[in-house]
């Protein structure tokens, strides 16, 4: 049984910082891609940022390029995503996720994950 837990949210002001972290467990950590989601009240769940599992290949949402970085410590079966510049738009639960299965390919829809944390929330005030 894979699980996933986030931490690290909180609530920071515009152009604040937070580090969200993600400990996974249950399976062999390096092995699997990992995803970072965010929804805001009332709307969709939509794509952050993708990491493969040697950490070497990386996708980021063209709303966060240049804000939000996605990392992750295999010895630690951690992955993080480093949110600088924030904006109240950015606002909302964030959540990792992992696919069931081995990817070439880094996954941007929530089709391609099947285990998810349960979230943390990231509110920024203006």
């Known amino acids: 049984q894979v699980q996933l837990v986030e931490s690290g949210g909180g609530l920071v002001q515009a152009g604040g910082s937070l580090r969200l972290s993600c400990a996974a467990s249950?399976?062999?950590?390096?092995?699997?891609?990992m995803g970072w989601f965010r929804q805001a009240p009332g709307k969709e769940r939509e794509f952050v940022a993708a990491?493969?599992?040697?950490?070497?290949?990386?996708i980021i949402a063209d709303s966060v390029k240049g804000r939000f970085t996605v990392s992750r410590d295999n010895a630690k079966n951690t992955v993080y995503l480093q949110m600088n510049s924030l904006k109240p738009e950015d606002t909302g639960a964030y959540y990792c996720?992992?696919?069931?299965?081995?990817?070439?390919?880094?996954?941007?829809?929530?089709?391609?994950?099947?285990?998810w944390g349960q979230g943390t929330q990231v509110t920024v005030s203006s």
């Open positions: 996720a992992s696919p069931r299965f081995l990817r070439s390919t880094l996954g941007i829809g929530t089709n391609d994950y099947n285990w």
């Open positions: 249950g399976r062999t950590f390096s092995t699997y891609n």
């Open positions: 990491i493969s599992g040697s950490g070497g290949r990386t």
